[in-house]
């Protein structure tokens, strides 16, 4: 049996007993952690996949040791510049072996509350660029409603009959939102 699971985000193919080097994870040494984001489960008779991932299913592991890995020279070098340029580094790691790869019955982790953020820009209504002095002029209610196709009117048309409605920024708009102003 083996597992498709996202570990410190980054998908591994696992199996049972198998030692891993992950990024580095938070957990104490010898401290027992478990995944949930199986993406998919071979039994060897039956694969499943998830939508993304498998409801239920878990993988396992124990945490062996934390350590870094072998240095990687970074060496940058321009020719005949006098530009030389010499890093290096050691990737913080995780030692994991996993223990056991369950197909259901497990329990998934509580997500933390968040708290209610403010609304980004994207999610922000538009405002209208410049609010006239004059207040709209209210209409009295129209005894028989005409329904007029606007999809056929020009954009010179649309905006005449906005002007007629009293709608307000229809300088600064497109066919589609006269169109969709002016049937509300």
Do not use: C, W
Not at 50 to 79: M, N, Q, T, W, Y
Not at 154 to 174: C, F, N, P, Q, R
Request: aromatic share 4%; proline share 4%; hydrophobic share 45%.
């Amino acid at each position: 049996m083996y597992a498709i699971v996202e570990i410190a985000g980054q998908q591994f193919k696992v199996v049972q007993d198998q030692k891993l080097f992950v990024h580095r994870l938070a957990d104490k040494e010898g401290a027992k952690v478990s995944f949930d984001k199986v993406y998919l489960l071979d039994d060897g008779k039956k694969v499943t996949l998830g939508a993304p991932a498998i409801a239920g299913a878990s993988v396992e592991a124990k945490v062996v040791s934390h350590l870094k890995g072998d240095k990687v020279i970074v060496f940058k070098k321009k020719r005949r510049k006098g530009y030389r340029v010499k890093n290096g580094h050691r990737q913080a790691l995780t030692e994991l072996v996993i223990e056991s790869i369950q197909a259901s019955g497990a329990k998934p982790k509580a997500a933390p509350a968040k708290a209610v953020a403010a609304p980004s820009k994207a999610e922000k209504k538009p405002v209208a660029k410049k609010a006239t002095a004059k207040p709209a002029a209210k209409k009295p209610a129209a005894k028989k409603v005409e329904a007029v196709d606007y999809s056929k009117l020009t954009v010179a048309e649309l905006k005449e009959a906005a002007k007629k409605k009293g709608i307000e920024g229809i300088s600064s708009m497109k066919k589609a939102d006269l169109i969709a102003a002016l049937s509300k």
